[in-house]
């Protein structure tokens, strides 16, 4: 029997009790560790990665090749800190051009009362009409996530609409059938999300899976693998509670539109499966709630983290800062004090169509643009990548020939003068130029290559010849069909003088001491062609060469075989030179076949083929590309004319040394076109503005408004502060230019408005903001009344007949007056609140008072519009309400009629808009009673767009948001209300033809940060789709 220590046992008693509660904490430690990780022993030994997916080659949500995830510290798919804070984005930061703030993170963590009856759907929001394929695309829509343009449900978490431009926001709870760990995937066509919390509250949701972040990443219906961030970590998950998701997918105008979320017990080899009704419960049921009830709809991280662009330079000029935006709270100068500043004068323009008769809708043409300076980048210069109306050329020229017009390239050394012209004559083809087939072998038959050197034409050529090769030199001679066939020229018209240039007839010819380098342009007859025999037989292509110019291009192949051959007759040698053979009758059998091909006893100049490619340049008449014919199959060796013996036993490999060591590739190869890196170029300074009339431009929506020279504004100013200082005993000093803008009158003057800050002695800034009149010498006139005859002007201050400042008489703005916003809506609950919200912030920002909101309700059903209105924080309101469907011109006549005050402005105005901060402002300065109508110009955004990166174009056909005073707007007639009954469009420009037959001017300029939001017109005005739907719109 063995011994066994009892008594050092005893002795010990303390230090094994210690060991054994060590050894418990170890195993307990062990056994939660396993119940997290149950089964990680086993995974890694069957390839398993740590969040249960093979390690295979796969591709992340930004098409980066994922690593092992035994070498990652954290999963693609975990909820990450820079998901909550994005980068580039600090806290309450502005909107990009002052839109506004963004919406804080006023998150729920208050879930409603749930009940048993909610089981087996979920919520359901849709946001139409929204272009982009990116979750962050959602996230920038005007109404996410409060204001959908769709309440619905949905009974599992698959949903295909079968429809483009739109994002859907899925949420409720989530109800696990048993206790354990659940792994979930997300699967959609374009990018989606999936959010999921730590038990029932929105506050707590993280994320778990996502599709790609930028919008060009996409899957597969049920494809729950294809990128690693689809598959989320393991979560443990209780049965007998409920947990909140949410789940966001954008689609694009491309693809089968899709999303899918599955889940599967975390265990090797199962498959994911979707989530159905078994499993899913609302989050609160919507349907007896009005579309302006938000209050119910969750806010979580998902609904607010990266919604937003970081902080990064926009590409839209007219973001930057401009002190026009603020100038209104400058205080303004009183009037009063202004008054006698200028000797008053009758403003009368001639351009005023006061009982002119015109017909319907001609208006428009009729509406003159005013000059503005400084420049307020209102020329939409980041959209002229596809629009480039701005521009005088016709969209297909620029595309074709670019600018290139406006630029004189710089000659080279030793150019003559006519390559630019020579140029040019292939980029303008006329019709005229083309040769008949009668002129053409006339052309032929007057061939001959000339050197364009004048200095050198009297001499005689000497022709040099091979190594090993006796010749006699010729004098050239000259056919007598040459001596009897006139020769005429069909140079270009705008050409100077007769050039040689493609399809116009060569100069008289002229000899030459030495070849230069000559160039043909090769010309295809149809209707002709060769026998390959002629072709094999033929020293030179049988195509005729025109002479075009001495500079040397590259050699391009225009036809090369399929298996082009090695060649054995042509040499490439840089030391020798072309050899001038003479023009003589065919004297081998090959002459005679060629002199059969191109007329009768006529022949083309022959070279010698054994000289220098380089000074052989064949050029296609269509690209100016050089080329050089490959030697056919069965083609003898050319060099025999000239008598180089020892050129024929040359062999294959020596040609192939020869032509590596001149370091050029063998005929019958590609050889790349050279590009002169060194070409330089003359300009002139382009002021593409100047070449801009006043004349409303409907062509053109990319264009900004008119640009005033500089020295034009300046000299008014410096009139006027003379005067002003003269006045008031020089007391003001003028600080800036803010503003100034132009109506001209080529008859009797121009008109200005002026705004300037100055300093005044002693005191602070104002704001100096008043219309003067440049009058024209001998331009006096009346009162367009006869009221008001324009007083006797004193003693001319102007000796030299210069145009002179006047103040016009009735022509001064106030800046009191009461402005009045009048909307029709009906059934637009998220518009509504928009525009309620704007107006509000819009008198927070400004403190401005003197405004009115009239809305005109055609029975709204999606909200209360008038319990909205009080709520509103606004300084004076009205709430008008219409039966029947919406008449838009009825809606804004009901508006008007409803103004007491006639000595007011009434704007027109659209629900859909975003309006700057000086946008009350600006109607007050351009409406003035009996004289001026305000029509702004509005850019219309395009679809994803925003404020904050605008992309659009400016609306200029568009007069529907319009701004006159009351009394004015009785006399032209108010709306046509009888034949824009149940239509809208072309109500406005009817209305603008009876403002012009009044006598007032419209007043046309497009204002900075003035948008009109993209929006969906489904759902409008009670429009019904095909297919009845359980659903609510807005």
């Not at 919008?215 to 219906?221: L, N, R």
């Not at 192939?656 to 370091?663: D, N, S």
């Not at 001998?778 to 007083?791: H, K, Q």
């Amino acid at each position: 029997m063995p011994w066994f220590p009892v008594k050092k046992v005893r002795k010990q008693m303390k230090l094994l009790l210690l060991l054994l509660l060590l050894t418990c904490a170890a195993w307990l430690t062990y056994v939660h560790r396993s119940l997290v990780r149950p089964g990680r022993a086993l995974r890694q030994r069957l390839g398993y990665g740590r969040d249960g997916e093979k390690l295979t080659g796969v591709t992340d949500g930004r098409g980066v090749r994922a690593v092992s995830s035994t070498q990652r510290v954290e999963d693609s798919s975990e909820s990450h800190e820079e998901e909550q804070v994005p980068e580039g984005r600090v806290p309450n930061m502005l909107f990009r051009g002052g839109a506004r703030k963004p919406p804080p993170l006023n998150l729920t963590h208050q879930t409603p009362p749930w009940r048993e009856e909610f089981k087996g759907q979920v919520n359901l929001h849709v946001f139409e009409d929204w272009c982009g394929g990116a979750v962050g695309h959602l996230r920038r829509n005007l109404h996410f996530p409060l204001f959908p343009h769709t309440r619905t449900t949905v009974t599992k978490l698959a949903v295909s609409p079968k429809w483009k431009n739109y994002g859907l926001r899925i949420f409720g709870f989530i109800h696990p059938a048993r206790d354990g760990d659940i792994q979930f995937s997300v699967a959609s066509d374009d990018n989606s999300e999936f959010w999921l919390s730590l038990d029932e509250s929105p506050a707590a949701a993280q994320l778990v899976a996502f599709v790609g972040k930028t919008g060009s990443e996409w899957t597969a219906p049920g494809e729950f693998t294809k990128f690693s961030s689809q598959v989320s970590k393991p979560r443990r998950l209780m049965a007998s509670r409920r947990y909140y998701f949410e789940l966001l997918h954008k689609q694009d105008d491309k693809g089968s539109d899709h999303v899918e979320v599955g889940w599967r017990a975390f265990l090797p080899g199962l498959k994911f499966e979707i989530i159905g009704s078994a499993h899913i419960s609302l989050y609160t049921d919507e349907s007896s709630l009005k579309m302006d009830h938000v209050t119910h709809v969750p806010q979580s991280p998902a609904s607010h983290v990266g919604g937003y662009p970081p902080n990064k330079e926009s590409s839209a000029d007219m973001l930057q800062p401009d002190p026009r935006d603020t100038f209104f709270l400058t205080p303004r100068m009183e009037p009063l004090s202004l008054e006698n500043v200028l000797e008053p004068c009758a403003y009368a323009p001639t351009y005023v169509l006061k009982d002119f008769p015109i017909a319907r809708y001609q208006g428009l043409q009729f509406v003159y643009l005013s000059f503005i300076y400084p420049n307020d980048h209102t020329r939409l210069t980041h959209m002229e990548t596809d629009n480039k109306c701005f521009y005088r050329e016709s969209p297909l020229y620029l595309e074709r020939f670019g600018f290139y017009k406006y630029m004189k390239m710089d000659k080279e050394e030793g150019e003559e003068d006519e390559e630019e012209v020579q140029r040019r004559a292939f980029l303008f083809l006329n019709p005229d130029d083309f040769l008949d087939d009668e002129d053409e072998q006339g052309l032929l038959d007057s061939l001959e290559p000339t050197d364009v050197s004048p200095r050198q034409s009297h001499k005689t050529p000497t022709p040099t010849t091979s190594a090993g090769t006796t010749a006699t030199p010729t004098p050239p001679t000259t056919s007598p069909l040459d001596e009897q066939t006139p020769r005429h020229s069909r140079a270009l018209n705008w050409a100077p003088r007769p050039l040689p240039l493609f399809l116009g007839r060569a100069p008289p010819p002229r000899t030459v001491e030495k070849s230069p380098s000559k160039v043909y342009v090769t010309r295809v007859r149809p209707g002709q062609r060769s026998s390959p025999k002629a072709l094999r037989d033929s020293p030179w292509p049988p195509f005729p060469g025109v002479f075009l110019r001495p500079k040397p291009l590259p050699r391009v192949q225009l036809r090369v075989p399929p298996h082009p051959p090695r060649t054995q007759g042509y040499r490439t040698s840089g030391s020798k030179v072309t050899e001038l053979k003479p023009p003589v009758r065919a004297q081998t059998t090959q002459r005679g076949q060629e002199g059969q091909v191109h007329g009768q006893g006529l022949t083309v100049p022959t070279v010698d083929l054994n000289s220098s490619v380089e000074t052989q340049p064949v050029t296609s008449f269509m690209s100016l590309s050089q080329v050089s014919r490959p030697q056919l199959p069965g083609e003898v060796k050319e060099g025999e004319d000239d008598g180089a013996p020892g050129d024929e036993a040359t062999s294959e490999d020596s040609e192939e040394e020869e032509e590596q060591a001149a370091g050029r590739p063998p005929l019958g190869h590609w050889r790349e076109d050279a590009i002169d890196w060194q070409r330089t170029f003359s300009v002139g300074a382009m002021d593409f503005e100047l070449l801009r009339s006043d004349w409303n431009d409907l062509r053109c929506n990319v264009s900004g408004n008119l640009q005033l020279p500089e020295a034009e504004a300046v000299d008014v100013v410096a009139q006027y502060m003379e005067r002003l200082n003269a006045r008031h005993g020089g007391r003001f000093s003028l600080l800036r230019i803010v503003n100034v803008e132009k109506r001209r009158d080529s008859a009797r003057g121009s008109r200005f408005l002026l705004e300037l800050e100055l300093q005044e002695r002693g005191g602070g800034r104002q704001r100096l903001s008043e219309y003067v009149f440049l009058r024209l010498p001998g331009a006096r006139i009346g009162d367009e009344d006869g009221e008001s005859p324009e007083p006797p002007p004193a003693a001319s201050t102007q000796p030299d007949s210069r145009p002179e400042l006047c103040r016009p008489l009735h022509l001064a703005w106030r800046q009191d007056v009461m402005v009045h916003f009048i909307v029709p809506v009906k059934n637009q609950a998220r518009w509504v609140v928009q525009f309620l919200s704007d107006m509000t912030a819009l008198h927070v920002h400004t403190g401005d008072s003197h405004f009115n909101i009239i809305l005109v309700d055609f029975e709204s059903e999606d909200m209360d519009v008038e319990r909205a209105l009080r709520a509103a924080k606004l300084p004076r309101y009205q709430y008008l309400r219409r039966t029947g469907n919406f008449e838009r011109s009825a809606g804004l006549q009901t508006g008007v009629d409803a103004v007491e005050d006639p000595s007011s402005i009434v704007f027109l105005c659209d629900l859909h808009i975003h309006f700057p901060p000086n946008i009350l402002d600006s109607i007050r300065k351009h409406c003035v009673e009996g004289k001026l109508a305000f029509a702004p110009v509005v850019m219309r955004l395009g679809c994803g767009s925003s404020p904050w990166d605008p992309h659009g174009y400016w609306e200029v056909n568009g007069f529907g948001l319009f701004g006159i005073f009351k009394s004015d707007f009785d006399r032209v007639g108010g709306m046509n209300t009888e034949e824009f009954r149940d239509q809208w469009g072309g109500e406005d420009w009817e209305l603008l033809d009876r403002v012009l037959q009044a006598g007032l001017e419209v007043e046309r300029l497009r204002l900075r940060h003035f948008y009109h939001h993209y929006h969906s017109k489904r759902g409008m005005w009670a429009t019904r789709s095909r297919k009845g739907a359980r659903t609510q719109r807005s």
